[in-house]
């Protein structure tokens, strides 16, 4: 299972937001490239960035602070967070990111994932599912849709795409586990590659979707509270890959 250490941006500084609610943040640095750098050292083999400020605003906000990171790191990128056109995505891949993640437009404009693969390929693109009680949220997840996780995620599929970031927004930054039951019916119901974020605070956690047959999993606030040692993560969740 590979782990993706998460770093999400919000005004320049590397927070960890509660259950996605703007009002409450917790700053841990203000030099991301800084933070991507040690998780590399520590064995990282992949990052997970978010724009938060893009994805409330609907446009890229912390450009140059992904740059930076991408330029600090050689392991690969994937980023979220207010990428919403063809445009956009052309534009996070000339950053160097890895992987675009598209989240509300794959809810509201479906057809822009079919023409994404198509474009970019479905090694560069990956959707961004966030569920409250099941149902989609969008827009930073202050907007929650009428389509349920498992309908949107059969819909991605039929579209070509092949990777799937599940968050349990009721368990994101909340150190509470995560929604594994959730998680494991969503992948063997679409058999998409499904990444799990929200909750993760252990390295029973971490077991646990790996046993369920997860085959990556996004950490947060976890590393940057010490309850996960990524070395020693890694070496376990990654040894086999």
Not at 144 to 169: F, N, Q, W
Request: proline letters at 2%.
């Amino acid at each position: 299972m590979r782990l993706y250490p998460a770093i999400d941006m919000k005004e320049g500084r590397c927070v960890r937001l509660r259950q996605g609610q703007f009002n409450e943040v917790q700053v841990y640095s203000g030099e991301p490239a800084a933070i991507a750098g040690r998780w590399e050292s520590q064995g990282a083999s992949y990052l997970h960035l978010v724009d938060l400020d893009g994805a409330l605003k609907g446009r890229s906000v912390n450009a140059d602070c992904i740059r930076e990171i991408v330029s600090a790191v050689s392991v690969p990128t994937e980023l979220g967070g207010g990428i919403r056109s063809l445009s956009d995505i052309e534009e996070v891949l000339r950053l160097g990111v890895t992987r675009a993640i598209i989240g509300t437009k794959a809810v509201e404009e479906p057809e822009l994932l079919k023409e994404a693969v198509l474009r970019f390929g479905a090694e560069h693109i990956a959707v961004g599912i966030d569920a409250r009680d099941g149902m989609v949220a969008v827009r930073g997840w202050e907007q929650v849709s009428r389509v349920s996780a498992a309908e949107l995620a059969g819909r991605m599929k039929e579209l070509g795409v092949r990777t799937v970031i599940y968050t349990d927004i009721s368990r994101d930054g909340m150190l509470t586990g995560p929604n594994i039951e959730a998680t494991k019916a969503l992948k063997e119901t679409t058999g998409l590659d499904i990444v799990a974020s929200g909750g993760v605070s252990c390295m029973d956690d971490l077991r646990r979707l790996r046993d369920a047959g997860i085959p990556g999993a996004i950490i947060g606030k976890a590393l940057y509270e010490g309850r996960i040692d990524l070395a020693e993560a890694v070496r376990e969740m990654e040894g086999a890959l």
